[in-house]
């Protein structure tokens, strides 16, 4: 990241802050009068019975730019119809690279004037962590469905506030489980389900990297909640609880920091044991400091199931005691976008639901509460 979009970046998230307190705290989780008109409407009639849903990147950062805005040129049942940037620059780069119209863009100031744009049907959030929530809440009320990066949010408290809202707006939310909708991952609990190698008793993941630059905001934790465990942990603490297909009933956890000065806000490495309610141990772990963690094993009665590599955007790799686990590699956002716009045609609840991203949080305090009191805890 630049000096200069970090000094954009502090911008706005003063801004942000400050209309949150004014906007969404005061206004409460109310529509505009447009969405309260329509709020008996099925949702295919609410987007005019279109065959492809338009979608506001909001932010337009690395995801954005390297697998987003590229996924929505080869999505069916949505597209790129909107950006919400605080810079310049990108206005122009993106409206001459997606021809979008000056009228479908804006920045973080105008972001809610996206309620008297009927292009835009769903809104996508792709900002630090600590912001999910607000933009949630602000689409929300602008009666747009939502789309949400995961993590979901920093908090329980802020996940149900972002259902609450769009249950409130009779929207939908998915969040960015983009490895449910991945063939590999897809194989894999189907296995799993099939119970064809007996019953699961262990599963092994991880997924880490070393990051770079200290100043991002990855690593200040007012923006992103937490560290490795909230930025890629969450992928290894979604596949156990996929592939067990339960909830964790426990959870003990360590934390192990290096570089104290680099890692001063947020976690560098955890490791973690959740136990499941059949009896399924899964152990795992994350960090922020090595590269090469990015796998999972489950281990049943009569085999086992593995991806190696397990989590990246491309080059998935598996195999079990049944043979080569092998497809085609795909685009991710590609399918979890095109599946959300149809969760919305058709009127069905996404896979990859609020609720979802709330059971991940759920752990996710937990895990953090166990490293800070040294103890095992319960998951009620």
Same mark, same amino acid.
């Given at each position: 990241? =630049? ?12 801004? #942000? ?9 005061? @206004? ?18 609410? /987007? ?12 337009l950062g690395s995801l954005s730019t390297n697998q987003i805005a590229p996924a929505l040129q080869k999505t069916s ?8 940037? !605080?810079?310049?620059?990108? &206005? ?37 962590? %600590? ?5 949630? #809440?602000?689409? *929300? ?11 979901? $949010? ?9 259902i609450d809202a769009c249950k409130l707006a009779n929207r939908q939310l998915g969040i960015g489980y983009r490895c ?11 296995? *799993? ?51 067990? @297909? ?7 956890? +360590? &934390?192990?920091?290096?570089? $104290?000065?680099?890692?001063? +806000?947020?976690?560098? %490495? ?8 059949? @009896?399924?141990?899964?152990?795992? /772990? =994350? ?12 281990? /049943? ?12 955007? %491309?080059?998935? +790799?598996?195999? /079990? ?6 497809? &085609? ?12 716009? %149809? ?10 639901? !609020? ?5 991940? #949080? ?15 805890? =319960?998951?009620?």
């Amino acid at each position: 990241m =630049t000096s200069k979009n970090q000094h954009s970046r502090r911008t706005f998230v003063k801004t #942000l802050s400050a209309g949150l307190a004014a906007g969404v705290a005061v @206004g409460g989780f109310h529509t505009e009068k447009k969405a309260h008109a329509e709020d008996k409407k099925s949702d295919s009639e609410k /987007s005019g019975n279109k065959k492809s849903l338009g979608v506001a990147l909001v932010g337009l950062g690395s995801l954005s730019t390297n697998q987003i805005a590229p996924a929505l040129q080869k999505t069916s049942n949505c597209h790129l119809a909107a950006i919400v940037t !605080g810079t310049p620059e990108k &206005e122009q780069q993106w409206a001459s690279k997606y021809n979008v119209a000056r009228e479908h863009i804006y920045s973080y100031d105008t972001f809610d004037k996206v309620v008297g744009d009927d292009s835009v049907d769903i809104v996508y959030v792709v900002l630090p962590n %600590s912001m999910h929530a607000e933009y949630t #809440l602000r689409a *929300a009320k602008a009666g747009k469905h939502v789309f949400c990066e995961k993590p979901m $949010a920093n908090s329980v408290a802020d996940c149900q506030r972002m259902i609450d809202a769009c249950k409130l707006a009779n929207r939908q939310l998915g969040i960015g489980y983009r490895c449910q909708f991945e063939p590999h991952h897809q194989r894999c609990i189907e296995i *799993a389900r099939s119970n064809d190698l007996g019953a699961m008793r262990l599963i092994d993941a991880g997924f880490g990297f070393k990051i770079g630059d200290p100043k991002q905001w990855r690593l200040n934790k007012q923006l992103a909640g937490g560290g490795a465990l909230m930025d890629v942990g969450i992928y290894a603490l979604q596949a156990c609880r996929y592939l067990a @297909g339960e909830e964790p009933i426990s959870i003990t956890a +360590q &934390e192990t920091k290096t570089d $104290a000065i680099k890692f001063a +806000q947020v976690d560098e %490495s955890i490791t973690w044991t959740m136990k499941f309610p059949s @009896g399924v141990i899964a152990q795992c /772990s =994350t960090s922020y400091n090595f590269n090469g963690l990015n796998r999972f094993k489950a281990f /049943s009665d009569n085999g086992y199931i593995q991806l190696d590599p397990a989590f990246g955007y %491309s080059d998935i +790799q598996g195999e /079990s005691s049944q043979g080569p686990i092998k497809f &085609e590699q795909v685009d991710h956002f590609q399918l979890e976008l095109d599946d959300f716009a %149809s969760c919305i045609l058709e009127n069905k609840q996404s896979r990859v639901s !609020g609720e979802e991203g709330l059971k991940d #949080l759920k752990v996710i305090e937990a895990i953090y509460e166990s490293i800070r009191i040294g103890k095992t805890v =319960t998951i009620s």
